[in-house]
């Protein structure tokens, strides 16, 4: 059975409001039937683009294929921020992995938006990079505690975070929604499609080639190596790296697509707002999101539009997203902003995994596949493409990420059950906490009995 197959890449456009802007889009050549590489690369998201560009930053002849068009998938259609932290804390991580191991990952995880300016410096990519930091604030009370422990662990590792507390918060979140929040100076955001093709750019500078609307439908091995084939004819290649992201299917090699749950998410921009009314949101434009189950990311362009994360129909690859929730939850977070008109809403699809880590797999001699980015994968996605050239080139040991046997989920042909059950719970988590922030009033909310304030995890995406 094909796993994942209903989600194949759609007709649905991607975001016309990043292509508009940056790094255009760039003109790629058809595959040449029968011809031969050293290594092919399937998928041109962030994975798969870091992976060619590794390749051939190290004089391996590559050609990437693409179903679509660069940047077409979840790449193209992000929201832009860069944490420095993936689905994990560094808690959690160290609680995971062997101490060797855990140490690699967290002290990677540390620095993900400095590779990734690095990277957009180094090949002068035009993706409107903000690096003035990321901020996490608690929408409830009940979510203080666990800031505050997280606060003061990365704190203890070092790295340059602050809790603001009170009107330090309302200052810099410029809302009074929250008593609290964790600014993490090291975030950026940029335009995630600019940042794609500007990868794509780079690659092709490098000497590789890049087919788009060729979608790869099966591999084979024989003594030669892999044959590729797709509609439009087969080519070969000694090695081969699937990076398809939430379209990972088990039609490229079994069991792959049984570890992913796809769930779409959304995302909608507004027309540029009232440069007065702007100024005190977001003030330091930092990204901000708050402890919420679903949704909660809100950040500011340059031509002063909101652009924020929106709840939609989970498991429709052409569903709207909820325009009037978005709405409502605006007015909730920033009362002072008069309604918002709404110039674009887009969906894409979330690899996500049973456990939130990325899967990287070394899946017969010669061919290895990576996703399972959870929503992280801008900069998490940059180091797990180099992961997955290394790899290839035999230096699987230098990886971050370990590298996994593949678990196909007994349970996924629940998926889809599986994905609206969990959001639905999640939904009314944050319903109540968005009632109760309205019927009891901000300051009984704010200032709650202290026997009602515990610890809870603060991970969300
Ligand atoms: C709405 C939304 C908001 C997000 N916000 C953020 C954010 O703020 N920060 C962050 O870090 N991450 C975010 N993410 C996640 C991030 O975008 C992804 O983790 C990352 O882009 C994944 O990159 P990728 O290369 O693995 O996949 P993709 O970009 O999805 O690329 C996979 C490519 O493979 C191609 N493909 C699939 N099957 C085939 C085939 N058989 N043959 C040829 N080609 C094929 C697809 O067409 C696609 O272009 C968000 C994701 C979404 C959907």
Redesign the pocket.
């Known amino acids: 059975m094909t796993k994942n197959a209903d989600i194949?890449?759609r007709q649905d456009a991607p975001c016309k409001y990043f292509s508009e802007r940056g790094e255009s889009a760039i003109a790629t050549t058809p595959i040449v039937v029968g011809s031969h590489y050293d290594i092919i690369v399937?998928?041109?998201?962030?994975?798969?683009?870091s992976a060619a560009l590794a390749l051939a930053e190290r004089g391996v002849r590559v050609h990437v294929?693409?179903?679509?068009?660069?940047?077409?998938?979840?790449?193209?259609?992000?929201?832009?921020?860069?944490?420095a932290a993936a689905k994990h804390t560094p808690k959690e991580i160290d609680a995971t992995f062997p101490p060797e191991r855990a140490w690699r990952i967290n002290e990677t995880m540390a620095r993900i938006p400095e590779i990734v300016s690095e990277t957009v410096r180094r090949h002068d990519i035009q993706c409107e990079m903000l690096e003035s930091g990321n901020l996490i604030a608690a929408h409830r009370p009940g979510k203080e505690l666990g800031l505050r422990r997280l606060a003061d662990d990365l704190a203890r590792r070092g790295y340059p975070v602050t809790l603001l507390e009170d009107a330090a918060c309302t200052t810099v979140t410029g809302s009074p929604r929250y008593r609290v929040a964790l600014q993490d100076k090291r975030g950026i955001a940029l335009n995630?499609l600019a940042y794609?093709r500007g990868l794509a750019r780079a690659v092709l500078n490098a000497g590789t080639s890049i087919s788009e609307n060729?979608?790869?439908?099966q591999l084979e091995r024989n003594a030669q190596g892999w044959i590729v084939q797709?509609a439009q004819g087969a080519i070969r290649a000694e090695s081969v790296i699937i990076?398809?992201?939430?379209?990972?299917?088990d039609?490229?090699h079994p069991g792959i697509g049984s570890e992913i749950f796809p769930v779409r998410?959304?995302?909608a921009i507004s027309r540029p707002l009232d440069p007065q009314i702007l100024a005190g949101i977001l003030p330091e434009r930092q990204t901000l999101n708050d402890t919420r189950r679903l949704f909660s990311?809100i950040r500011i362009w340059p031509d002063g539009r909101l652009h924020v994360?929106v709840d939609g129909p989970e498991r429709s690859g052409d569903g709207r997203a909820f325009l009037t929730g978005a709405s409502r939850r605006l007015r909730m977070t920033y009362p002072q902003l008069s309604p918002v008109t709404w110039q674009e809403a887009?969906?894409?699809?979330?690899?996500m995994t049973a456990d939130k880590y990325p899967v990287l797999h070394d899946l017969a001699p010669g061919l290895w596949s990576?996703?399972g980015?959870?929503?992280?994968?801008?900069?998490?996605?940059t180091v797990?493409?180099r992961d997955l050239a290394l790899c290839a080139l035999g230096q699987a040991p230098d990886a971050v990420h370990p590298i996994t046997a593949v678990t196909p989920r007994w349970y996924h042909f629940a998926h889809s059950s599986i994905v609206r059950l969990a959001t639905a719970a999640y939904r009314i988590e944050d319903a109540i906490a968005d009632f109760r922030f309205h019927a009891m009033g901000q300051e009984f909310f704010l200032n709650p009995p202290l026997d009602r304030v515990q610890s809870t995890s603060i991970t969300k995406?």
């Open positions: 194949t890449p399937i998928g041109a998201g962030i994975v798969g683009l294929l693409e179903a679509r068009h660069i940047g077409w998938g979840a790449s193209g259609r992000a929201w832009g921020q860069v944490a995630p794609t060729t979608t790869v439908t797709t990076a398809t992201n939430a379209f990972t299917s039609r490229l998410a959304y995302q990311g994360g887009w969906g894409g699809w979330v690899d990576a996703a980015l959870s929503g992280r994968g801008i900069g998490v996605g797990l493409g995406g």
